[in-house]
């Protein structure tokens, strides 16, 4: 049922018009405990789809926002069996919304491909985003992943285009995900205007919804990036939200995005 969860979530949305809204968080940020408090009270605040990040040492396509939550994880003994082990806490509790695992390439690898994959699947896990693995070097986890039923997710810059843009779209399930900005996440301001059009070009190529994410972080931009986009993401504003006022204000910061991105 992974990517089919997936797809019922956009269509729901977009039965009422209304743009999903994807929520980002980090697993085990700044503790185990209060991530998981944080991961089991974003659907009911209002997140349609989850993702789940796995803390990684070098996360290079990450502003100093994700790169401060990853190193407090890490620094808080986060291993890749604690943020599987949420992962299933999630399913058991939400057995509808949809979970998506965020990361590097390094430590799925070090696990390996298959087992990765596999033990994603038995824990209730939908899709993965591996940031830094182009599709060139993606082949063994894209098996690795559909033999699971599991989506292949991946980026799409503003500077991936033509032919590029059809390479990178080969083999993708569950939904595209528009980096709205060049450079890290959560710094830039996206453009509307530019969205729109990039969004309408990557519809020509694909039938799969789109989420827009990087650089998110208030309710108007929200509203915004909905009014083209099947999804939008917002990661590092929930981020900063949690390490300035703890679980409360990243749910509450949640729900007033969600309420926006529902408000196309």
């Known amino acids: 049922m992974s990517i089919s969860r997936i797809t019922v979530a956009f269509a729901k949305r977009n039965r009422q018009n209304q743009s999903a809204f994807v929520a980002y968080m980090m697993a085990g940020d700044p503790d185990l405990d209060t991530s998981r408090a944080l991961l089991l009270g974003l659907p009911g605040a209002g997140a349609d789809i989850v993702e789940l990040g796995m803390p990684f040492s070098d996360p290079i396509a990450e502003g100093p926002t994700i790169q401060f939550a990853a190193q407090r994880a890490l620094e808080a003994g986060t291993k890749m ?11 058991n509790a939400h057995p509808d919304t949809p979970l998506i695992l965020m990361g590097y390439a390094n430590p799925v ?49 503003p500077t991936t285009v033509g032919e590029r843009l059809s390479q990178v779209l080969q083999g993708v399930s569950g939904f595209v995900y528009y980096v709205s900005v060049t450079g890290v996440t959560g710094v830039a301001v996206p453009d509307g205007g530019q969205v729109t059009m990039a969004v309408q070009n990557i519809r020509k190529c694909t039938d799969l919804p789109i989420a827009v994410g990087f650089g998110v972080r208030d ?35 949640t729900a007033k995005l969600a309420k926006a991105a529902h408000q196309r």
């Open 81 to 91: 069996a604690d943020v599987l082990a949420l992962a299933r806490e999630f399913r």
């Open 109 to 157: 690898h070090h696990m390996g491909w298959e087992v990765f994959a596999q033990t994603a699947a038995d824990a209730g896990v939908d899709g993965a985003i591996i940031v830094d693995l182009p599709p060139e070097e993606s082949q063994p986890l894209a098996n690795a992943l559909h033999d699971h039923d599991l989506a292949l997710i991946r980026l799409i810059a």
């Open 219 to 253: 309710p108007a931009t929200a509203q915004q990036i909905a009014q083209s986009a099947d999804g939008v993401v917002v990661g590092s504003a929930i981020v900063s939200a949690l390490a300035e006022g703890g679980v409360e204000a990243a749910l509450e910061l």
